[in-house]
């Protein structure tokens, strides 16, 4: 009885480590996390996008303004020839311009987006390493709580194997039916398998019982421990 109550005992810490719920805490939190990370991106991408798109736009126009420049200094075109060349000149400069205005409109709308990801990114660096160690500290308890089971287990095999063959077959068909003891002891009148009182009657019965008899629980079922 004693044996199978440790085995229950340890059981259920193994499957009820404190740990497990913080870590089952922080795998919600960084679900929420990772929602807030692609909400972010999916507001940040299209912006970067045409920063980048406005920013290569620009460069390219500045250097065919250059290289218009160049051609310019060391022309020795026709008036002519001169005029339509600054012509053009002036219209990519102006293009350029705007070009910029609009590269330049489109990094002050991307600082904050990029801020939120980052931010983002920052709350979830600590939470992904608690999850590491949790894990880690996790295996190491179950690994010491089965060792611990496995040497319950091999001391509950011995305790059964010094019963009856009929009486071991009672307890271990009454722990079948309830769990986590076969046997109960009776304490203050109750049963402690089941808490339940026995009637006056049944308390008489179990004090009378001869020696080497076990009377069960009505409740439960369990064979009640002299
Ligand atoms: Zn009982």
Redesign the pocket.
Known sequence: MEADRWIERVGSQRSHLPEMAELAALEEELRELIKALREAQAAQNPVRTAYEDAKSQAERLGRRASDLEKTLSASTANARELTAIQNELEHLRELLGRCEDRELELLLELEPLDEVVNAVKERAQPAVARRTELQGVILQLQATLDEELASLREARHERAAALSPELLARYDAAFARVGTSGA?QVDAGR?D??R?ALSPLDHDRWKGQAAGTFMT?P??G?LLLP
């Open positions: 109960a049963c398998g089941c339940i629980c409740e439960c369990r």
